[in-house]
């Protein structure tokens, strides 16, 4: 079974401009998730879709961040403008159920903005 | 507030001896809770998780974790290292309120030959 995949694997921009990452969940998963881990700290949750639908966006910093998930497939997350503090591991994880199998996650994508 | 613990940055433990990583957490109800471990340049990989049922629960790679509700405690357990276990290891929960998963801040574990 393929992983998760993630693209770019690293990513280094200039504040005030802007990034997309890419993620290709499991197939059949229908849940996709999207983390920021800075580092030091735990993976802290930025959006959940459920297929093409959000089902929670709480944490996800709306004036800058956006994500989607069009055909309820692969997903982007972008960032418009980054800023210092956005400099984290940008994880995607997907499930086909939560609770009895826990996530998949994906390599990641290092952001550093300078 | 809903919170998970890790206190140890990191957990030396000689290969062939058992080893402990420590999380506590603080959630109202019941909670799910989850062991992730994550090598380097890797995602995040589920190892066990507790529901409900038996407090100890037995996971991948030969890892176990006691669910204790009195001491809000799950600790990951393994009877004998390997180097090859060497990596960071999460403690996670379900708020059973909000359905939201809460990461601790992880801790390295380090196997020495």
């Known amino acids: 079974e393929a992983g998760v995949a993630q693209s770019p694997r690293y990513k280094i921009i200039e504040k005030r401009q802007s990034v997309a990452f890419w993620c290709n969940p499991i197939?059949?998963?229908?849940?996709l998730y999207w983390y920021q881990q800075i580092l030091g700290q735990g993976p802290k949750l930025l959006i959940q879709?459920?297929?093409?639908?959000?089902?929670?966006d709480s944490q996800l910093p709306k004036d800058r961040f956006s994500a989607e998930r069009l055909k309820g497939v692969d997903s982007t997350l972008k960032i418009q403008p980054a800023k210092l503090e956005d400099s984290a591991v940008y994880l995607c994880a997907s499930s086909p159920d939560e609770i009895n199998y826990g996530y998949t996650f994906g390599s990641g994508t290092r952001l550093t903005v300078v | 507030a809903q919170s998970v613990a890790q206190p140890e940055d990191q957990v030396n433990v000689a290969e062939g001896n058992p080893l402990t990583v420590k999380c506590t957490y603080s959630?109202?109800?019941?909670?799910?809770l989850f062991w992730y471990v994550q090598y380097p340049n890797r995602g995040l990989q589920f190892l066990l998780k507790y529901i409900t049922g038996d407090n100890l629960v037995k996971g991948s790679y030969g890892f176990e974790a006691e669910f204790n509700k009195s001491q809000t405690s799950f600790h990951l357990k393994k009877p004998s290292a390997l180097v090859s276990d060497s990596a960071l290891y999460f403690c996670?929960?379900?708020?059973?309120?909000?359905?939201?998963?809460?990461f601790g801040t992880g801790t390295r574990l380090k196997v020495l030959a």
């Open positions: 197939s059949g998963h229908a849940t």
């Open positions: 996670a929960v379900r708020d059973p309120g909000t359905y939201k998963y809460i």
């Open positions: 959630v109202s109800g019941n909670p799910y």
């Open positions: 879709f459920q297929n093409n639908g959000v089902v929670d």
